[in-house]
């Protein structure tokens, strides 16, 4: 039997972030002499060589792909330094504020946030490791609304009053002396997955206030949720709980998120592979691909929670019954996929909508909706050489009668970026791009469920890890970030991922060939992350200290179209090595069109910044602040002696938590 920790060893990969899994031959242009990077190069301190070359060639270089008109949104505050505090810095003539940490009671009658709460309290409370979110205004105004936001995943040692002593580390959870888990435990931690749909007020005063209401609501690990599309009703999905294939419980590692046009929330499915165990003999590509290893032990061990319930046994893939319908062999299969929910409907089943594809979901991000035109978004797969999706809806946008089943007939595609700045789209469909049933390929529900093989079949391009994406409002443009690849090996360079070794991560951008939902595209990097030697801006010149940064992660362009950018270096590597210089985690604002790029915010010790939206007058920008302390080593953690003790101070557990931002002039945030 292999034990292998679902973890990693790796210093520059998180704990939990997802292992590579890619063994597919698809190309890495390895055998690309002149990448575009190094063409830029040539061509830099000529900008009349560089337009005329783009003008013969249509190739997108540099500030020739940014002309969408005007100079691009003002950056009109002062840059801050990079910090190692244990604090939140935002600059000068802006003031913030950190609410709503993990384990606030969203009910009243009900606790707030305490080592000895249990299961009942975490659901309704708010979760853990906020992540992607979005402010959905009541009745259009800008100082009331739902926040709702994700929770990624946990920490046990700081959820636990029997943690206290333990040497953990950030991964590390309380066990029983027969290895089994405590059930209430488990139960806490499923709870403490999920969203949060949070009613806000600002005041008066300008601080903003929970509203206990009915509005206020958990979706969380265990929630019962229902599939739509290809995959649901499928043989990949029978389960015990669901023989019929058409519903599942819970939503895991919700990292990135989405709004649709129609006004409801997506939740990504990120890193779930690694909550399953699985002692089959044998592991098909519908979880071997996915990084599910023979093994019985799974991230936090919630299939061995004492007493067996199912809710619990059902994180054990391991095939034990005589067909699907008496075991949960197929439970990882209802897991990586989009979770559609409507804040505004309590009642609603959150819904995961499987057209949209089946991999390590960072997020999605839709292109403006267009009266008659397909729906397009866009989707990254978080793990190292994993690939960039787009799916195009069978039916138009009817603004009257839009909803999600728009996202259950159309296209998945998978990108290729060739070295000459063009790149195609490659349909995910039966009987293209060689998906037939003699290469494995019975159906659209089995690509769906099998993106990933689906896609190494087609011939993506593999990446150095694609995150968050944005779409520019204006014209269209998409933005991913790619954090970064250390097993990118010399020679594996290509033209959208130059760099071997790629330590500090880079951002890519496309513009599609006519119609958002066309078929070609023709892209650029628009930064190299990086310190002042090796990072790069959208021109090709050497980034300053106001503008270093690595592995950029959170992305989001607001309405006047400033390119939001928030960093997740792993806290293994964080303030250390290499990496020292950039600090704790921050965000950045970029303007699109020149380049310009300025730091905006830095965030407390062991953290990561990520999610980020604002009220609809631009006054209140939300950002949340993920893992504080996680940089607490084991045996710091048993002597009580936290790394972090944000937000509370003291010698408070350090928690997730949303910060609201405004200015003191009670202007437009980040102009
Ligand atoms: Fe959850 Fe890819 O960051
Ligand atoms: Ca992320
Ligand atoms: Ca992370
Ligand atoms: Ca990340």
Request: net charge negative; charged share 20%; glycine share 12%.
């Amino acid at each position: 039997m292999t034990q292998q920790l679902p973890g990693t060893t790796d210093p520059v990969l998180a704990a939990g972030d997802e292992p590579q899994s890619n063994a597919s031959g698809n190309a890495y242009f390895g055998d690309i002499l002149e990448t575009r990077l190094s063409r830029r190069s040539l061509l830099r301190g000529s900008l009349a060589a560089a337009v005329a070359g783009a003008m013969a060639t249509s190739l997108p270089f540099g500030g020739a792909f940014a002309g969408q008109g005007g100079r691009g949104p003002s950056l009109g505050f002062a840059a801050i330094p990079t910090s190692s505090a244990d604090s939140v810095v935002v600059p000068e003539g802006y003031r913030v504020q950190a609410m709503i940490p993990w384990g606030t009671s969203l009910a009243e009658g009900t606790p707030d946030f305490a080592p000895d709460n249990g299961a009942d309290d975490q659901a309704q409370q708010v979760g853990s490791h906020h992540d992607g979110m979005h402010f959905f205004p009541l009745d259009g105004r800008s100082d009331e609304g739902l926040l709702v936001l994700n929770h990624e995943y946990i920490e046990p040692r700081f959820m636990h009053a029997a943690a206290a002593g333990l040497a953990l580390d950030s991964g590390g959870f309380p066990q029983l002396a027969d290895g089994s888990r405590d059930a209430d435990q488990v139960r806490r931690e499923l709870h403490a997955h999920g969203v949060s749909i949070v009613h806000l007020r600002r005041d008066d005063d300008g601080r903003w206030h929970l509203i206990k209401d009915a509005h206020n609501r958990r979706v969380t690990g265990l929630t019962p949720m229902r599939l739509a599309g290809p995959v649901a009703g499928s043989e990949h999905v029978i389960t015990r709980y669901s023989p019929d294939g058409r519903t599942t419980r819970g939503t895991l590692n919700n990292c990135a998120n989405g709004v649709t046009p129609w006004g409801t929330y997506m939740a990504s499915e990120e890193n779930w592979a690694g909550y399953f165990a699985n002692r089959a003999e044998t592991i098909d590509r519908r979880q071997a691909r996915y990084g599910i290893t023979r093994r019985d032990t799974s991230r936090y061990q919630w299939h061995k929670a004492a007493g067996g319930a199912d809710e619990f046994l059902r994180f054990d893939a391991t095939p034990r019954g005589g067909s699907a319908a008496e075991d949960y062999r197929n439970e990882p299969h209802t897991f990586g996929y989009m979770v559609e929910i409507d804040p505004f409907d309590a009642e609603a089943a959150p819904i995961k909508r499987t057209h949209l594809g089946r991999f390590a979901h960072e997020g999605v991000v839709f292109a403006p909706a267009v009266e008659g035109e397909p729906v397009v978004c866009y989707s990254g797969d978080d793990a190292r050489f994993e690939y960039i999706y787009k799916f195009v809806s069978a039916r138009p946008y009817r603004a009257a009668t839009a909803d999600g089943s728009l996202l259950d007939e159309g296209t998945l595609y998978a990108a290729k970026f060739h070295a000459d700045g063009s790149g195609e789209w490659l349909a995910l469909a039966p009987g293209e791009n060689g998906l037939t049933p003699e290469n494995g390929f019975a159906d659209l529900a089995d690509i769906l469920v099998n993106a990933r093989s689906a896609a190494d079949t087609a011939g993506a391009t593999k990446m150095d890890r694609p995150e968050w994406g944005a779409v520019d409002p204006a014209s269209g443009q998409v933005y991913f970030t790619l954090t970064n690849n250390t097993r990118r090996e010399p020679g594996q360079e290509g033209a959208a991922n130059p760099r071997a070794n790629n330590t500090f991560g880079h951002i890519i951008r496309w513009r599609e060939a006519g119609g958002q939902d066309a078929t070609r595209f023709q892209w650029d990097i628009f930064l190299l992350a990086g310190d002042r030697d090796s990072g790069r801006d959208a021109n090709g010149a050497p980034l300053d200290d106001d503008a270093i940064l690595a592995s950029p992660d959170g992305l989001w362009m607001d309405a006047e179209r400033r390119l939001w950018i928030q960093t997740d270096i792993s806290e293994s590597v964080m303030n250390d090595g290499i990496y020292e210089v950039f600090g704790n985690n921050q965000m950045l604002v970029a303007n699109p069109e020149s380049g310009e790029l300025k730091r905006f915010l830095t965030g407390p010790i062991g953290q990561e910044i990520t999610g980020v939206t604002m009220t609809p007058d631009r006054r209140t920008l939300f950002v949340n602040v993920q893992h504080p302390g996680a940089t607490t080593e084991a045996s710091a953690f048993a002597a009580g002696d936290y790394a972090s003790h944000w937000p509370d101070g003291g010698d408070a557990i350090p928690r997730s938590a949303t910060l609201a931002i405004s200015r003191e002039d009670g202007g437009i945030v980040g102009a």
